[in-house]
């Protein structure tokens, strides 16, 4: 899933852990030569995907009192992991690409997501107890084993993509809430700041359930996003 806005943005939109979205993301920024290349990664979980997290992590949710978040988060990596298994691609695999794609090309990096942490953090807050119930058991039938490896390229399109933010829109409101729309306005500020702050032009690769909330903030050429959350909380 690919937009563009004006001459200078391009949003790849990336079907998170589905093989097709390689090529994709290395092909638009192989085309674009871009001055920067933003990825919907915060430092915390660039440092998960580039192997350098600390593994006193339980230890030191413990200690914030965080557990919460902590095991949702690890609840998350594990659908994430059953995914990748089913597709043939690690997860993570398409961000990964786009860092070292930006590598080549002499593209700077820049990592635009909220941290994980605060997300999860505010994950718990919201969501009421049934909420979390339900999103416990989607998690779980998530776990479940898949079977054989299947062809999921349609997820990027774009009705495919309306059609899975609507249905957990649905189910889930106040996940929605903070998985999409706080985080589509963090990163379009972040965006609107890269657009402000440089010359050249930017590819920014998110996942495509991203792609509609960004295109309709930015596209209207409000680049001044009011930022509910501290950019580097």
Same mark, same amino acid.
């Given at each position: 899933?690919?937009? !563009?806005?004006?001459?200078?943005?391009?949003?790849?939109?990336?079907?998170?852990?589905?093989? !097709?979205?390689?090529?994709?993301? /290395?092909?638009?920024?192989?085309?674009?030569?871009?001055?920067?290349?933003?990825?919907?990664?915060?430092?915390?979980?660039?440092?998960?995907? *580039?192997?350098?997290?600390?593994?006193?992590g339980a230890r030191a949710a413990l200690r914030?009192?965080? =557990?919460?978040?902590?095991?949702?988060?690890?609840?998350?990596?594990?659908?994430?992991?059953?995914?990748?298994? /089913?597709?043939? *691609?690690?997860?993570?695999?398409?961000?990964?690409?786009?860092?070292?794609?930006?590598?080549?090309?002499?593209?700077r990096v820049e990592l635009i997501d909220r941290?994980?942490?605060?997300?999860?953090?505010?994950?718990?807050?919201?969501?009421?107890?049934?909420?979390?119930?339900? =999103?416990? =058991?989607?998690?779980?039938?998530?776990?479940?084993?898949?079977?054989?490896?299947?062809?999921?390229?349609?997820?990027?399109?774009?009705?495919?993509?309306?059609?899975?933010?609507?249905?957990?829109?649905?189910?889930?409101?106040?996940?929605?809430?903070?998985?999409?729309?706080?985080?589509?306005?963090?990163?379009?500020?972040?965006?609107?700041?890269? =657009?402000?702050?440089?010359?050249?032009?930017?590819?920014?690769?998110?996942g495509a359930g991203h792609v509609p909330g960004?295109?309709?903030?930015?596209?209207?050429?409000?680049?001044?996003?009011?930022?509910?959350?501290?950019?580097?909380?």
């Open positions: 899933m690919l937009r !563009k806005l004006g001459d200078r943005l391009t949003l790849v939109g990336v079907a998170h852990v589905l093989p !097709k979205s390689k090529g994709e993301t /290395r092909a638009a920024i192989e085309r674009e030569l871009p001055e920067v290349v933003a990825v919907e990664l915060c430092p915390s979980r660039y440092a998960a995907l *580039m192997g350098k997290v600390e593994r006193a914030a009192r965080e =557990l919460s978040p902590f095991i949702l988060n690890k609840f998350f990596h594990l659908l994430q992991t059953k995914f990748a298994r /089913r597709t043939g *691609m690690p997860a993570g695999e398409e961000m990964l690409t786009a860092i070292k794609s930006a590598q080549k090309v002499g593209a941290d994980i942490n605060v997300t999860l953090l505010r994950l718990v807050e919201r969501m009421g107890a049934r909420e979390k119930l339900r =999103l416990f =058991l989607e998690l779980l039938l998530g776990l479940l084993p898949f079977g054989a490896r299947v062809e999921l390229e349609r997820l990027t399109e774009n009705e495919i993509v309306v059609h899975l933010l609507s249905s957990l829109k649905r189910a889930l409101p106040r996940a929605y809430e903070v998985l999409i729309e706080e985080r589509n306005s963090y990163m379009a500020a972040r965006i609107a700041m890269l =657009l402000a702050s440089t010359k050249g032009k930017i590819v920014c690769v998110v960004l295109y309709r903030r930015l596209g209207k050429g409000k680049w001044q996003v009011k930022l509910e959350y501290p950019l580097f909380s």
